[in-house]
Each structure stands twice: as C-alpha cells, then as structure tokens.
C-alpha cells in the first residue's frame, strides 16, 4: 500500500474514533428510552463553542476546555431530559419528535444569533506537531482526539456493561415498573444517561473543536453523521457505534481522496438509504 | 380442532418463555389458559396472533398452517385478539374504534358504519360511542377492545385477561358479554386470573406453568390435580404471606 | 354551526383580496394558500398517519425543478413539469418509504433527514438543475399558459383552487377505509395489525400521496416566483415551515395546517418587511421554540386547544 493511501485510512480511523464517541450518546438514548435526540448535532455545535470560547476568553487549552465542555453538556443533558424529554416522552410520537426537532432548532439558531454565522477556529497549535512514522505523517491534533475518543468509548461500554450502574440503567431501559420495585428511580437513571451521553458527546465536541472549524449550522452535518453510525451499528449498541463509526470514517477519507470533497457525504448519506433498505436493523442491531 | 399447536416454542436470547407447547381448540368452545404471573401465557397468545413468529413448532388454525403469517393475514383469517394491555386508539372516538375492525370486512363506510352500530349496540357500548376512547375507565377500555375485536367477525377470539382489574359487578357484566359472544358461535380461548371466572366459563382448561403445560381437562379435573394446587396454591400461600408481612411490617 | 362557521369563511376567502388590494396583501394571502396546501400536503403522512418527516422539502423541489426544467430544457411552460415534479417526488418517496415504514416511526424520520441532505448536495451539483444559481422561469409571459402574471391576485384563486381540492380530498379520505386506517396506525401499529391492517402499506400510500401533493405546491411556486436555487427550493427551512403549520392548526386534522399557515405566514411576511428580511435566524429560533412549546404542552396544536374550550363551556 503506498504511503498516502495508508495516511488516507488511518486519518479515517482517527476521525472514525471521534464519530463514534459522538454517536455512542446518541445510541445510547435511543437504546435506553427510545427517544432520538434530533438536537444532538447541535449538542456537538455547542461542545465546540465552549471549546473555543474557553479558548477566546480565557485562553484555556484543551485540558481545561474539554472536561469543561463535558461538564457544561452533562448539565444541559439533564436539563432538557427535565424539561423537554420527560414530558413528552409518554406522549405520542409526534409530540417526540417535535419536542427534541424543536430542541434542535432552537439550539443551532440561538447560537446563530449569539454567535454569528462567522466560522471560527482554534490555532493550529493547539495541540502541537505532527510526526512520521513509518513514512506516515500524523497530526498531533487528530491522533490525540482519535486515541482519547477511543478509550472513551470503550469506557462507556464497560460502564454500561460491567457496572451497578449500567446494570440498573438496563433494568430501567427494560421495564420502568420491575425495576422500581426493586428499588431503583427510573427518572434518576434517566437522567443519569443524558448526562452521560451529552457528556460523551461534549468530549467528542470539544476534540472536533481542535482540527475542526466551529459554526452554528456544523451540527446539521454531524448529526446526520451520528444517524447513520448508529443506523449502521444497529440502534442502542455502543460496540455497533464504535465500529460504524471507525468505518464511515474510513469511508469518508477514502472518498474524499478519490472522488473529492464534495461528494464524501453524499457517499455517506447513499451508505445510509442502503443500509436502510438492505439491513435496517444495523450490523449488530436487532429489530 | 379449530387451531391446532404443536411444540411451540418461544425463546427469548436464552430465555424460553414457551417450552413445546402442544395445544388443542376445539370449535365452538371456551378453552381457558391458566398459570401463575409469567407462565408464558400471553408469550403463547402472541405466537397464535401472529404477533410473534415462534422459534419452533406448527400451529394449524381451520387446517391451515399460520406459524409466521402477520398479524394482518391472522385477523384476515379470522383471529381476533385483545391486549392484557388495552391498546385502544386513544385519539378516536369509542364508534370509531369499532369502525376500524369493521372495515376489515366492509370496504365501504356506510357498510362499516352499519356493522360497527351493531357490534357497539351488543357490546353495551352503544351510549359511548362519540365520546373519546381516552375517556373511559379500564372496564370500558376492555369492553371496546372485545368490540373491536368482534367487529372484524371473527371466527376465534383470543382474551387476555380481559377481565383483569375489574370490579364485581364489572366482572359479572364481562362475563354476561363473554357468553353472548359465545353463543353466537364464535370459539373463545381466554387468558385468566381470576378462579371462578374459568372455572364459571371454560369447558376445557390447560394450565401453564414455565412454559409448559402442566395439566390439561375439565375444570373439575384440572382443579382436582395436585400439580396444579401445587403451582398456584403454593403461589397464593407464598403472596398471603407477603401480604401479612407487609400488614404486619 | 360548523357548517356557518365553513360558509362565513369560504365567503371571506373568496373576497378578502378584493376588499384588502394592494400588492403586500395580495402576495401574502397568496404565499399563505401557497404554504396552506404544502402543509396540509404534509399533513397526510405526518398528521394523520402520524410518520414525521422533516424532508419534506425534497418533494416541494421535485415539482419547482420540475417545472423549472420543462421550460429550460424544452421551452414548455412550467406547468407542464407538473407530472415530471409529481412522479420524481412519488418515486422517491417509495425509495425512502418501502424500507423505513416498515420499521418504527425513527427511521423513517432519520431517512428522511438523510434523503434531504444528500438531494440538496446533488441539486447544488448538478448543472442541468442550474447547480448553486439556480433556474429562472420564463421572464415574459409567452402565452397564457406560462401562467405569468404581474399581479398575484390569479396567483391567489389558483391556489384556493388547489387548496379547496387537496382540503376535499383530504375530507373524503378521512372518512373513507383509508382515513380510519391511517388515524389507527397512528394509535397503535400493533393494535392496527391485529385488526388485519397492513400496516406498512398504507404508511406507503399516504407518503405518497402526501408527497405528489407537495410537489404540486412546488410547482405553484415556481410558477409564481419564477424562480428556483437550492436555498428556496430544497432548503431545510421549508420543511421546517411545514412540519411547523400543520404541528401549530393541529396535525392530523382538516383544517389544522391551513390554520397554521394563516397565523405564521403572514407574521413572517410582516415581521420581514419591517426588519428588512434580515431576521432569519430570529426566525428560526422563534420556530425552534415554538415546536418545543407545542410538543411539551399542546401536541394537539390549536385546534385541539380550542376544542378544550370548547367542551368545558
Ligand atoms: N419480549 C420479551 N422479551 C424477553 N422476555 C419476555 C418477553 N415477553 C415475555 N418475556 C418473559 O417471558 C415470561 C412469560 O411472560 P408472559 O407475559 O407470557 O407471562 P404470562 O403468563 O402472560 O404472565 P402474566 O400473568 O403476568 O400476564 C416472563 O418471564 C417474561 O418476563
Ligand atoms: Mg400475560
């Protein structure tokens, strides 16, 4: 394999990482209630800003910045399972659908106005360097958010998986009343997951912030992203996500390289409809 | 026999909710399916609904095989059902709920309208019938799945607990209905709690218990079996005993 | 009453542009039957069926580019792109509804999503639809049927024209096999199936029609305006508009996005005019807020509100 071919795969790897981070919020909603969260993207548009403003104001860099864009996502996951999520949630679907549309909307267009449309961008150094390896050049920036995004994900997996915690949070997702009576709060674990997953996809932001431009409208793209790695993982699986996404990261470098940066998410959006049509229930889903 | 059930089996990942079941309805009776809380009872109605496409196993509904036909070619047939869980059309009117099982037979309005009048006037429902479906109480909610059910002329219907969180003189009403509907030659399979509802309604009984059948015959047979005592009795003494701690305590 | 209430309200509709002339008015109550029928298009699938698509805006470009190219192309009036429009939006509404509709209501929403992202890409990319420009309808009117006109007032019968036949047919379906069928899926698919219906395809059925529907809506603005580029004609802020109207009236009834379409549309018309258009992320964010105002506390929209009332006096 030549060199560039090689730097195009494992650049998809790295940014398939940090998709995958992100879309693990969203299947893990969608797994737990399911509810689809259509202002996640926007989640991630605000991840960013934090980012940056930390970055503007303050001059943090991304060890203070992302813990902080966690934290702030944590808080607004929660914030809008109370006061959006809850109260539809038992209601009909379209009232669903609109709430958390309605959601986005308002997010993305909010900060459109705070912000501007202006596209804004971290220096280039903010996480300096690059290096060769093996005739392949690496960007500081992007291996960091690949590696950390990856441990990340495999962190959220366990934590669902292997913990009291996770366990409790299944009960619930399994049935609301037997896992009251034994004792567990559904609207506490409830909440819990939407901080987690707004947290997750707070880091996610908040890495995309630093090889990444920032503007209101670039959740639009990511959470059309997001929807297709969890379509494509099957819906509520965390292992599903990080595969998808690693492989639509792929696929996007690759297509970019090939066929030019226009059409890269028109493949991706393609992938999607034919994942629809072919396998609906995703590569580990079921229906 | 007007459905016939041979090894059926429902699993669940690794979890066998219905363990090769065999199981025959015989045309023109009431059959009741007892057995304590999660015996598999309704796991076993969805997979003759077609709600659910068993594992494993045969079931011949009037000689036809329908393991894995949709729940649309089961009511198509002839196999009506009603939920342990109403699922009404809460955003309709009670008329118009009965209108929607009408249509199966009549594709015209004024037909289904006639037809669904009619199954709301024998229903009880009739007083009801503008008002919305999220108006009424659990007995009325029942009541309009049985009719909904029963406008799509059956030749079985399926009742799962339909008589469950019923007051007496409600239970007794149901059962009036359940009758009437019976001697209009429809076949019954009913899902029960409640003792003396079966053992006042059902010519046959089986009981389930895990999964599989444990006893089957008439009701005196069936109540007379120590199996049976076993399962449910030993049940009612172990939640008598919690209802006196939980007095106590 | 309600039957008094349906006259006084044809009877207003018929000569309010008479009593109210003027160019503004004239356009407005124009644009506003415009976006009556688009939503109560949309209504057929995500009112009454309950399926919520937010691509809705592809199928209104079908029929603008449809028309569009019947005269860029071929030199007909634009009108004559009408079946081209309204077959290219059927086509793609089987392409996304055959395999989502078959599944819970999210996929359906998310591929939908997808479908109007990836067409408003390739419509910016591709030349024969005027790419990133845009296509231009006739300039001067060659005969009556490129239906030009400098006045909007034959724009604004027109569209009451089409806008009573879709409200009539939608009349007509809500009381026929379908209507009940389509408002019973909505309660419940499970239950719906258990009572013989199949499902899945009168999902198909009303996407369909629902989409023909706005392509015809497509093509009327493009007749209007005479104008067509990505941002007007597949741009997200339409399906927004739609889903919005029909969400406010009240989905899933007659008259619901019609009413819808009588309170924003002229709101944003006005609010515009005095801002100097400059407004469009206020407007956003003030849609935003509404749907979620709505979903929260009203999922039955305004009509239900009133109905509330209405049973309690
Ligand atoms: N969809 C499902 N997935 C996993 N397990 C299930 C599912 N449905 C039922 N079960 C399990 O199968 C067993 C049988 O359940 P079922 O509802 O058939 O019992 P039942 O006899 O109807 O009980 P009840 O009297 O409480 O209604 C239970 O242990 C239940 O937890
Ligand atoms: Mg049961």
């Known amino acids: ?53 930390t970055w503007a104001i303050i001059g943090g860099g991304p060890l203070l910045f992302t813990p902080l864009a966690a934290f702030a996502l944590a808080v607004l996951g929660v914030v809008v399972y109370f006061g959006v999520v809850k109260p539809v949630m038992g209601g009909p679907m379209l009232a669903q659908m609109l709430g958390t549309f309605g959601l986005a909307l308002f997010l993305r267009y909010s900060a459109f106005w705070a912000f501007t449309a202006n596209f804004r961008t971290l220096p280039e150094d903010m996480i300096p360097g690059s290096f060769v390896v093996g005739g392949v050049r690496f960007e500081a920036a992007k291996v960091v ?31 609301r009343q037997a896992a009251m009576l034994m004792g567990i709060r559904p609207d506490r674990m409830q909440a819990i997951a939407w901080a987690l997953a707004a947290g997750a996809t707070g880091v996610a932001g908040a890495l995309i912030a630093t090889f990444f431009y920032v503007s209101p409208t670039v959740g639009e793209t990511l959470a059309v992203i997001a929807f297709v790695v969890v379509s494509l993982g099957g819906f509520g699986s965390v292992p599903g996500a990080l595969v998808a996404g690693l492989l639509i990261g792929v696929i996007e470098s690759l297509s970019a390289f090939w066929i030019g940066a226009v059409y890269k998410d028109v493949l991706v959006y393609a992938l999607f409809l034919v994942v629809l049509w072919v396998r609906p229930q995703g590569l580990f889903g079921k229906l | 026999m007007l459905i016939e059930a041979r090894g059926v089996t429902m699993r669940f990942g690794g979890f066998t909710a219905v363990d090769a079941v065999d199981l025959d309805v015989a045309e023109g009776r009431i059959t009741g399916l007892i057995g304590p809380n999660g015996a598999g009872k309704s796991t076993f109605f969805n997979c003759l609904a077609g709600d659910y496409r068993p594992s494993a196993g045969s079931i011949r509904f009037a000689g036809r095989e329908i393991a894995g036909l949709t729940p649309e070619s089961h009511a198509r047939l002839g196999m009506a059902r009603t939920y342990q869980v109403p699922h009404t059309f809460t955003d309709m009117s009670v008329g118009d709920n009965v209108m929607v099982g009408a249509f199966l037979r009549h594709r015209r309005t004024a037909d289904a309208r006639r037809a669904a009048d009619a199954v709301l006037e024998r229903t009880g429902l009739a007083g009801q019938a503008r008002h919305r479906a999220s108006s009424l109480g659990t007995a009325g909610r029942k009541r309009l799945e049985i009719a909904r059910a029963l406008a799509t002329e059956p030749k079985v219907l399926l009742l799962d607990e339909a008589l469950a969180g019923l007051t007496a003189t409600e239970i007794q009403a149901a059962i009036t209905l359940v009758r009437d509907i019976h001697r209009s030659g429809i076949t019954i399979v009913i899902v029960e709690h409640i003792m003396e509802v079966i053992l006042s309604l059902a010519d046959r009984v089986t009981v389930f218990h895990h999964g599989r059948i444990i006893s089957q015959g008439t009701p005196g047979e069936v109540t007379g079996d120590p199996k049976v005592v076993e399962a449910y009795l030993g049940r009612s003494l172990e939640r008598q005993r919690q209802r006196a701690a939980e007095a106590s305590g | 009453m309600a039957r008094f209430v349906l006259a006084v309200a044809i009877a207003i509709a018929l000569v309010f542009p008479l009593v109210f002339s003027g160019a503004f008015y004239e356009r407005v109550a124009a644009l506003t039957l415009l976006y009556a029928i688009a939503a109560s298009a949309w209504n057929l699938i995500g009112g009454y069926a309950g399926q919520v698509s937010v691509g809705h805006v592809v199928f209104f470009g079908c029929g603008a580019y449809g028309a569009a190219v019947a005269y860029s192309e071929w030199g007909l009036p634009p009108i004559a792109g009408l079946p081209l429009g309204v077959g290219a939006a059927v086509l793609l509404a089987a392409l996304v509804g055959v395999p989502t509709l078959r599944l819970s209501g999210h996929y359906f929403t998310m591929a939908t999503v997808a479908l109007a992202e990836l067409i408003r890409i390739l419509v910016g990319n591709v030349p024969v639809l005027g790419a990133a420009v845009g296509l231009m309808g006739p300039a001067v009117p060659r005969s009556v049927w490129d ?69 015809v809506a497509g093509a009327l603005y493009l007749v209007m305006v005479g104008f067509v580029d990505p941002d007007s004609g597949v741009g997200i802020l339409l399906s927004v508009k739609m889903l919005i109207m029909a969400a406010l009236g009240g989905a899933g009834t007659l008259f619901g996005p019609l009413i819808g379409a009588l309170i924003l549309v002229p709101l944003e018309e006005i609010s515009n005019s005095l801002l100097g258009g400059q407004g469009s992320g206020v407007t956003f964010v003030v849609y935003g807020g509404i749907i979620l105002l709505i979903a929260v506390f009203q999922p039955g929209g305004i009509l239900a509100m009133v109905a509330g009332w209405w049973r309690k006096s």
Request: proline content about 2%.
């Open chain 1, 1 to 53: 394999m030549s060199p560039i071919l090689l730097q195009v795969i494992v650049g998809g790897l790295l940014l398939g990482a940090v998709y995958a981070l992100f879309s693990s919020g969203l299947t893990l909603i969608w797994g737990m209630m399911n509810v689809v969260n259509f202002a996640h993207g926007d989640f991630v548009m605000l991840a960013m800003y934090v980012a940056f403003w």
């Open chain 1, 145 to 175: 958010a690949g590696i950390v995004a990856l441990l990340l994900t495999i962190g959220l997996h366990l934590l669902l998986t292997k913990t009291r915690l996770g366990s409790r949070m299944l009960a619930v997702s399994e049935d």
């Open chain 3, 147 to 215: 239906l030009s006109f400098t006045s909007s007032l034959p724009y604004y019968y027109l569209f009451l024209a089409v806008l009573a036949g879709l409200l009539l047919f939608t009349w007509w379906m809500e009381r026929s096999r379908m209507g009940f069928y389509l408002r019973a899926i909505k309660g419940s698919e499970r239950a719906a199936r258990s009572l013989g219906i199949p499902v899945g395809r009168y999902k198909l059925y009303a996407l369909m029609l629902s989409a023909g529907f706005t392509a």
